[in-house]
Structure formats: C-alpha cells, structure tokens
C-alpha cells in the first residue's frame, strides 16, 4: 500500500493523547487528512455539525465491495490486485455485516434483530443485568484492590450479549482476545490468526446451535437464515460476529472511561453519590465527555462534498470525528468540563443515521445498572494509581484503558 506522506499519522500517540490532538485539529479546521494505522489517508471531521451532516449523507457509502475495489484500485500493486480472488472482498469471512452496508441491504439485515433491542426488550432485561452486576460487584468485596476492567467492566456486557445470543460465555477470554487483536494496533499475523481462530469458533457455534436450538437471538438468526432470501450463510456468520464484538468492546470502555472521569472528578462522585438519581444524566455525560469510539467506521465519498473551504474528492475515505464532535464547543459549553448535570443531549457517542447504534438501550442500561451497583457496593471506590500512570489502549478506533486499578471500600 502506498502511504500519503502530508498527512497527519493516525498514531499510538495520537491515541494516548486524543482529545488533546483532536482539539488542536478542530481549532485549526474542519476537516484534516490522516494517515490510518493501516495506512490508508482518511480525512476527519472534527466539528459537530459537519460530523453529525456526514452521517446522514447519501453521498457518503459504506459499502464493503466498493470499498475494497477502491482499495484494490488506489492503493495495492499489482501482486496483491492479482492475489485478490476475482475483485471480490472476502475478507475475513465475517464481514458481510450491517455495518459494512448501505441501503436497502443495511435495511434489511438491521431489520432482522431490531426487536430484540428495543428499549422495551431491554427493560425486560433490567432483572438479570442487575444480577449479574450484583455476582460481580459482590464477588469483588473480599479484595483490597482490582482492575476494574478485569473484574467488572468487562465481564457484566459480555455475560449479558452472550446470555442474549444464547452462547455459551465459557470461551470469553477468547472474545476478549480476539477482539483485542483485531481491533488494537497490532502485526498483521497475530490479527490474521484471531480472525482465523474466530471465524471457525463463528462456524462451530452455528453448527452446534443448529443441533441445539433454544429460546434465543441465535436461534432465531438461524431460523430466518433458511430462507436465503433474508439472510445468507455469510451474513448470518457476520451478524453474529457484528453483535459479539459491538455487544461487549464498547461498553468494557464506557463504564471503564466513566469510572475514570468520576474518580479524577471528586466533585462529581461526590454528586452522584449524594443523589443517585443523577446516574442517567451522567451515562449521557460520559458518553459525551469520554466514549469507547474516537470516530465513526470508514465511510467512503461517491462524489465530492465540500467541508469548510476543502472539497474532498470522490473515492477518499471519511471519518466523522465523534470524540472531536462531543467536545465542540459551539454545541457544548465548556467542553472540557466533565459535569454531570449538563444537558449532554445530541451527543454523537452512538453515532447518527441509518447506522445509529443498534444497541445503545442496552449499552445505556448496563452502565446505568453498573453505576447504581457500584454506588451501593463501593461508594469510596478509589484509584490505586495517579492517573497519568494509566495508559490508553493502542487501538486506532476504541478509546480504552489498558487497564484501570482501584482501591476497594467495602461499604461500612
Ligand atoms: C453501531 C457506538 C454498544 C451494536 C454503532 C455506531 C456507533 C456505536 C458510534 C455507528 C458506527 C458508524 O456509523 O460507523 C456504540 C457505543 C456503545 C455501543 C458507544 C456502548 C457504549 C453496542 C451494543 C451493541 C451494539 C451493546 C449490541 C449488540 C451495534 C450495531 C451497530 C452499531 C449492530 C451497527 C448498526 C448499523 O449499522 O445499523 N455503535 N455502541 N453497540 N452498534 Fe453500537
């Protein structure tokens, strides 16, 4: 691949640093051209409003065919054109998901588990949350110190996405694993092998589930499969790949930024614990001030839009800066201002469109669930480093913490 040498490197220190750098882009202008980890040129968004119009801009595709002609066609020589099988993108074998789609594919396959996530299919979900929060919370009262991450953050989403696939959560270090490697900056081997050892995980359980169905989402996704018309083998083995890892990576990073912002923000632990009826305004806050996603997936311009004084050509790849976005201050005051009385309405964290996080009810509900469990649990809940000990994960899309030590009160 050929990499763009006046562009701004999409970096591990980009990263570490991101809404300091991404502030520092958004003073200088609306939009920037970036190298990407995988080297390819992307421009970003960094203000609000040229964020959220990108989103919901017909020009603007996210088609993985066409994607990856483009590619083909722009970046890969010769070798890799001819290795290519035909032009077609076959990836890793799970990609053929709603989110690699637009219109009327992405409608129809969004269509198929809408239900199941709808803000009253998650309420009814509301008892088990809180039990499984309650195991773990519980189970964390005999230590003096954790990684939260480890014992909490992580654990309560997976539980929860695998319970309502009806997977077996035996294998979720695997997840873990897997979705670290595929989405962290890592060698390209190590990511290869994890999207190898996933896709035949993938294949055992739809084979195994076909031999057992039950009472739940898989089951279901397996029967609508039969008919080839809604649902082809390949997507199906892609949704539940899309559910998996959106179902649990994100929202290990929402409650483990959130956690964070409270701890280094006394005040407003201090509010929340003073009135937990805050908790919902606050998820909202930390959604806005410090959510799991830097920007929005790529995105790809079909014709030429013009942002600000720049006209990005057709054919270049776009991401809609959400972290940039959530800390604009033309649409929030005092940006940098973590407060959780604020109206943080319109947030970008879940993204806007057709694309709209399909399971932000359940990412909202679970953090919620999470911060009332830990107020009760552990309201002296502290960090057991100084934060500028903790690091950020080398991932180019997630904003994540390595790892989040803290110090266990129990409760008098
Ligand atoms: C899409 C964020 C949790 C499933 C998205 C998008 C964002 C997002 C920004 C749009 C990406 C784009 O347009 O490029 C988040 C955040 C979460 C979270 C911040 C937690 C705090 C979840 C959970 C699920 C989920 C729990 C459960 C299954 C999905 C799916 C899509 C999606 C399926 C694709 C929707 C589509 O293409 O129509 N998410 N997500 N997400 N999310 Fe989430």
Known sequence: MTAHTDAIPFDSAFAQDLHARYAQL??????????????????????YSDARAMLTDPRLSKDAQAIFR???D?????????????????????????LNMDPPDHTRLRKLVVQAFTARRIEALRPRIEQISDELLTAMAGEAEVDFLDAFAFPLPIRVICELLGIDESR????????????????????????????????E???????????????????????????????LISMVFLLLVAGHETTVNLIGNGVLALLTHPDQFAALRANPEL?????EEMLRFDGPL???TFRFTTEPITVGDTVIPAGEFVWAGLAAANRDPEKFPEPEAFDITRDSHG???????????????LARREAQIALRGLLAHFPDLQLATAPENLSRRNSSLIHGLQALPVRLTPRA
């Open 70 to 72: 483009l590619i083909l």
């Open 172 to 203: 979720r270090d695997d997840f873990r694993h897997w979705t670290n490697q595929l989405l962290d900056d890592i060698d390209g081997e190590a990511s290869a092998q994890a999207a190898r050892e996933m896709a035949q995980y993938l294949t």
């Open 205 to 235: 359980l739809l084979a195994a589930k076909r031999q057992h169905p039950a009472d739940d989402l898989l089951t279901a996704l397996i029967e609508v499969s039969e008919d080839e018309d809604r649902l082809s083998e390949t997507e």
């Open 294 to 296: 830097m920007h929005a």
């Open 74 to 98: 722009r970046f890969a020589s010769e070798s890799e054109r001819q290795d290519s099988e035909d032009g077609r993108f076959a990836g890793a074998g799970f990609d053929m998901h709603m």
């Open 26 to 47: 958004r003073e200088a202008g609306p939009v920037h051209r970036l190298i990407s980890d995988s080297g390819l040129p992307v421009w970003v968004l960094t203000r």
């Open 279 to 283: 908790v919902d305004g606050a998820v």
């Open 347 to 361: 947030h970008l964290a879940f993204g806007h469109g057709v694309h709209f996080c399909l399971g932000a009810p």
